[in-house]
């Protein structure tokens, strides 16, 4: 599942799932724009990764912000000429608690950012992919995105909305040999997840219920990233897939 000379923009990349997916994609040889809000944090990691021998650049992005998603797709084809491979990782989730507490400003900024943006992004990026005859946009959602839980009503609707745009993408762009498709992560070791993982007892109660029996860590996402963003991939378009540890088979 090699990604030698692929370009790849991943958000939401300095930490998490989206550093992990990074990681991996500069391990088969992919170049790889981290971005993230704040600029010193994508070049620590841009920094790492290249005291390792890869090829990164750090470009800092509000994926809230449209000018600051216009100049990340810009910057990355001034520096590598094209855009092969969009990982829309980039999420907030910045209330819990019943779906009728949430205000609408809350409402609006968890849509602009989990939704909106993922929109904007792969808007942005498809002529790019075009010219390039080929590309993968590869959605990250969340099992909460298909199954819902208590507490996470808004951000649950958000993920949803993100797996149906994905279907919409991939039925509208095959005919430009542009796929798309989304992975939905169950319960993952990050700071995303600070809150649940501390919490002693609510981990255990979590962790008893996933046939696993466990949380999963950040780089157990990487592998069906990969295979989505390789040519191995090629003809998987318009797909759902879940990284849960059977936490949907779980009832």
């Known amino acids: 599942m090699s990604l030698k000379d692929k370009v790849a923009i991943i958000t939401g990349s300095s930490k998490g799932i989206g550093l992990a997916i990074a990681e991996k994609f500069c391990e088969q040889g992919a170049k790889v724009v981290i971005s993230s809000r704040k600029q010193d944090a ?6 790492g990764l290249a005291s390792r021998g890869y090829e990164s650049a750090g470009i800092a992005c509000h994926v809230g912000d449209l000018e600051q998603r216009k100049s990340l797709v ?3 084809i001034e520096k590598y000429g094209k ?3 969009l990982v829309n990782n980039a999420a907030i989730n910045p209330i819990f608690g019943p779906i009728e ?7 609006d900024k968890i849509m602009n950012v989990n939704v909106k943006a993922v929109w904007s992004l792969s808007n942005l990026v498809l002529p790019h992919m075009i010219k390039n005859g080929s590309g993968s946009i590869i959605n990250i959602s969340s099992v909460e995105g298909i199954h819902p839980g208590f507490g996470l009503g808004l ?7 993100v797996i149906m745009l994905t279907k919409n993408q991939a039925k509208e762009w095959g005919k430009h040999n542009v796929r798309s498709n989304v992975i939905c992560p169950g319960l993952v070791k990050t700071k995303f997840s600070q809150a649940l993982w501390e919490n002693e007892k609510l981990l255990g109660k979590l962790e008893r219920s ?3 029996g466990r949380m999963a860590q950040p780089e157990e996402m990487t592998g069906i990233a990969l295979l989505l963003a390789s040519d191995d991939g090629s003809y998987m378009t318009g797909g759902v897939y879940t990284a849960d540890g059977g936490y949907l088979i779980a009832g």
Do not use: M
């Open 101 to 107: 507490d949430g205000d609408e400003a809350a409402f």
């Open 42 to 47: 994508c070049d620590v990691v841009a920094a």
């Open 155 to 161: 951000y649950s609707t958000s993920k949803a909305a």
């Open 74 to 76: 810009d910057q990355t």
């Open 210 to 212: 996933i046939p696993s």
């Open 83 to 85: 855009i092969d491979i």
